[in-house]
Every structure is written in C-alpha cells, then in structure tokens.
C-alpha cells in the first residue's frame, strides 16, 4: 500500500509540475482556468460566431487587435516594408525601393526616412544595438504608432465628453474629445498629439488628431513624420462583437500625398473580465538586455585564424 | 565553427519560424538559414522586456562548456505562445531548435522545438 501510495503521489506530483508548462495557454474567460494575465482566443474561435447588432454611439470594451493578418508585419499595415511575396525582412537596403507597396514620399520624407535605423524585419531592418529606434530606450511609442505597431488589445472607456484609448502594448493612453470643442491652433506638440472625435453617424466614429511632436517614427519601419502631421481614424461598429478601424496619414511635408495606413482592421470584442498582461518598457531592462545579448550580437565577426 | 559543439546540424533552405513570432526585432544578427539543436542545462532564465531568454551550459565533444543564451520575444508574446515565468528553471536539462548568431558568438534564438527534462514543450 506505501508504495501504491507514494506512486500516486508522485504522478500528482509530475502532473502539477508540468501544469505551467502545459496550462499556460487559456482562452477567453468562457473556457479559461485564470481570472488574469489573459491571452487572446485563437482565430479559430471565432469562426462561425454570430453577433448581435451593434450598439448605437459605443465603442467600448476590451478589444482584440491580433487579428489575422497584421500583427507580425512592421510597418504601416497597408504599406509593409516587405518586398513581394514577403521577402527581404532581413534587412539590407538602405531604402524602401521595391516594396510591395511603395510611400509617396518627398525628399524631405526619403531623407527622413533614411536617417531612421528600425530593428524590426522588414527590408532596412539592422541589428538592434545599431539600431536608432526611439523605442528601444523606451522613448514613448507616441501615436499614431501606437496603432500602426503592436494594435493588440485595447480598451475603449467612453465617458459623456470622452473617449479614451487604452493601448496595451506599453501602456499608453489616449484622451479623445466628444465635447465638440475645436482643435488647438498651434498648440505644443505632444507625443499623443491632440484628438477631438464624433459620430457621423450612430456606428461610425470619426477622430482627427494634431499636434504630434516629432520625436516618434510613424511605424516600426522606421517611416518618418513631421510636425504637419494629421491624423484621422474611423471607427466603425459593425456588429456588438466587430469593430473596424481605418487610420489615414496625411503629412505633406513627408508624403506627397495622404494615405490610408490601416484599412478597416478587424477587432473582436473580448469578455468583459479579460485582464490585458502588462507590458511596460523599463529603461533599464533595456539596458541590461543591450548589455547581455544586443551588443554581442553586433561584433562584427571574427577573422579566420 | 571552431570546436565542434554538442549540436546537430540541421540544414534548412527555407525559413523555419513565421513573421509574427518576430514581429519587434528582426533576425539581421542571425543565420536563419540553418536550424541548430542546442542541448545542456539551464543556468537561468530571464522573463523581461525586451525579449524573455533562457541561459544554457552546452557540452561540446571534448566536454568544453559554452555558455550559450538563447532568446525569445518579449513576455506578453511569449504569453501568448504559451509560455510563462515558470517555464524554465535553472538546472533544467534542455534540447532546443535555434537558429545562430552570425558572428560565432554563442547566442541564438528559439526557432520552434523545445524539449525540457525529456518532454516536449507543447504549449
């Protein structure tokens, strides 16, 4: 009996050992064990699902932005830094000739352009410790890039004057204004610019935002933006589970002319008690990872003896 | 390579892994052509922004130790590919799909197969 005994309890044992290793994968709060640290269902569990119809003038809620398609290219989604057939992430072209999608920049914007050194794939991606990339000393990720890199999950609050963004990825937050106030005339610029938003009508909203200063690159490309800069994006609820967001940009002193970078990018509607993991960038974590990885994998390469 | 590590070899012409799993740092430092097997024991593991990474003592043939560190992406990602702060632990004994730093210098990144203490990681 002892060793019966002992047999069993080293079996629960093993099974509760490999439990983090095995569980760790949850879904939404319908079939998941942990109230916190939630993952996004899979795109499987979406298929088939029918939605009620939208609520009229709502955009809140806890939203799933890793739909499919978007999430691994950098870049403005509309435009990736990717030559056809996704080829060229590894970098090595100094500009963005022959992506699958070209910018109409200016010179001022290909100049711009070029004096940014992103990290991320695409095709002027560079190894990360030679890379400029404002974010890898967690310089804020400003917007509009905060939708045109890493849209994960978000959360919607609205308010009676507000609407407010919550971006999960470095948590940031945004401040949209219903109250039908103006925006600034020459205002101080600000990493999340200045948004004033409405409804042009009950299930599409409209945001127009200025005043970004120019510290932040537009994407993880590495595209450039100026003071000029205006952005709008359209909300659009399609049904209660379904939202969509287009963003355009319009920069004329970095891009002849506007264009559209996110094109009604699909976001489900997740459970009410998804607890988004947090993700902040930490200046000295940075520094470390820089320290320990980033650097050596920058040494050039030693001569054969 | 100089010596010859305990690793296989594995040559592969195509990319093993999809873009999204490297959606924030490219793979410019790396030899994504060729999938290695690196195997050893865990000396520590790190689950922190920017990317989540894991140390590991790999024998080589005339029982050298390298000190190899290999990287995954940052902890939300890895959340959501499974992963968790208990994943690894030192003294784990660890057979993992790499690919290689270009340089010779023994880091690497996660490219897929994980195997911990004789079980496949299977998130």
New interface residues.
Partial sequence: MPNRLAIVISALTTVLALSPVLGAQTGTSQTKQEKWNNVPPPESAYAGKKSGPAPRRDLSGIWDGTAPGGKGINGAKEYPAVLPGGKGIDGGQPDERNIVHPLPYTALGEAALKANHPSGPGVRTVPSALSNDPLDSCDPIGFPQMELYELDTIEIIQTANQVVYLNGFYGNYRTIWTDGRELPKDPEPRWNGYSVGKWVDDYTFVVQTIGMNEKTWLDHAGRPHSDALRVEERFHRVDHDHMELTVIIDDPKMYAQPWVAVNKYPLQLLQPDFDIPELLCSPSAMADYNKQVASTLAKPKPPKN | MGKTLAVSLLTIGLLTF????????????YD?SKTIVLKGIVTDYVW????V?VKVDVKDDSGNLQHW?I?AQ???SQ??A???K??FKPGDEVAVDAVA?????P?GRFTGRIV?NG?V???
């Fill in positions: 999809s873009i999204p799993l490297f959606a924030h740092h490219g793979a410019a430092s994504v922190s922004n920017p990317h990474f560190l990287e940052n902890p939300r959340t959501n499974g992963w968790s208990n994943t730093a270009k340089n010779g210098e880091i911990i079980q990681f299977k998130p």
